[in-house]
């Protein structure tokens, strides 16, 4: 059994909580929040042992692991922490909001050998994928093209502000929304390395941008657009879709399902001239627990695997997260252009 704990029980964190608590090979030795309510529910509810204090709750548990699911800002110094003490991190996303802090986690997680993993979920939806290996195998040919979306109701009118309206704790449409597009462009199609024309836009909001439109240029050469809105109340919750053209066709992925048209048939992945359909719940992989949806459970899965085998997470590691950080400052500083 590996001994977990968790910092953090918010939404993500409570999710994450659920998950391990029900994981065959984790046992959850303790949890770290600051708000009373919850402190209290856990010891009435539970025999996981309960602290406001994460260093305190780290030296007296000894956890293998640790789960880090705080506000952003608090990211680097609790993930720095628990690397110096030899222990593998699992950090919500984004990363961080400083790259000089994303650079040293990232150094000291290699430099120490550590299993280290970032919770963009989208890279274990099956769609994206099954996205991704028809793409690789040049099922469209040449690609020449991508659009990367995100639309969603997180804030649709104005209102006081949260840890989400400030962009010093790592609030923002473009950390919290674009940052799972820009993750997840970068496993589907490529690093993006450059951003121009650049438009943040504060629709609702006063501190942070509630859009975000910008051009995208990879490391391979390959040029798109990213389109994030989470004011955008036609959407129950949020959607994310890329969406890939090349010469042969084009490929849609979302969340549900991945439409393929091809301009000729393709024998090898026995799929027909004109449009397909590939449905997530015909491609994704059986899960001991489900709650959300697959994808958190396998994320949280893959990475105790990788720390049971004592082997680097390849899915999606400190090093892919602050990619994803290093085009956010990018998309900032063009737009300041």
């Known amino acids: 059994m590996i001994k977990t704990a968790i910092i953090g029980l918010g939404k993500m964190g409570i999710s994450h909580c659920s998950i391990l608590g029900a994981h065959p090979d984790v046992d959850l030795v303790a949890v770290c929040d600051s708000s009373s309510l919850i402190q209290d529910a856990f010891k ?43 222990i593998h991190v699992f950090c919500e996303k984004p990363f961080c909001l400083k790259l000089e802090e994303g650079a040293e986690m990232l150094r000291l ?45 997180v804030v649709l009118k104005e209102k006081g502000g949260t840890w989400r309206s400030e962009r010093e704790q790592g609030g923002g449409c473009l950390f919290d929304y674009a940052s799972h597009v820009l993750n997840l462009l970068h496993y589907i199609a490529g690093k993006p390395v450059e951003a ?30 990213l389109s994030v809105n989470w004011s955008d109340e036609t959407y129950r919750k949020m959607s994310t879709s890329i969406k ?38 015909d491609l994704t992989p059986q899960v001991d627990f489900n709650l959300r949806g697959e994808e958190y459970s396998a994320q949280v899965d893959y990475f105790i695997q990788c720390v049971k085998d004592n082997r680097p997470s390849d899915r999606n590691s400190f090093e892919a997260a602050f990619a994803t950080d290093q085009i956010i400052d990018k998309l900032i500083k063009d737009a300041l252009q």
Not at 54 to 81: D, N, S
Not at 202 to 209: L, Q, R, T
Request: hydrophobic letters at 35%; glycine letters at 8%; proline letters at 3%.
């Open 44 to 86: 009435k509810l539970t025999k996981t042992g309960v602290y406001s204090d994460y260093k305190k709750m780290i030296e007296e548990t000894q956890p293998q692991c640790l789960f880090v699911a705080t506000p952003t800002k608090f990211h680097a110094e609790m993930v720095i922490y628990a690397l110096e003490r030899d």
């Open 244 to 281: 890939v053209e090349g010469k042969k066709g084009k490929m849609i992925a979302d969340a549900t399902e991945l439409k393929i048209y091809l301009k000729e048939e393709n024998k090898e992945e026995n799929l027909p001239k004109g449009w397909s359909v590939k449905y997530i719940t």
């Open 109 to 153: 997680a290699k430099e120490k050998h550590l299993v280290n993993q970032v919770g963009y979920h989208n890279r274990f939806i099956a769609t994206f994928n099954e996205m991704k290996r028809l793409v690789e195998k040049g099922v469209l040919g040449k690609t020449f093209h991508f659009l990367g979306e995100a639309y969603g109701p």
């Open 196 to 225: 121009h024309g650049t438009l943040l836009k504060s629709i609702y909001s006063k501190g942070v941008e509630d859009a975000v439109y910008a051009s995208l240029l990879l490391e391979n050469g390959l040029t798109g657009q």
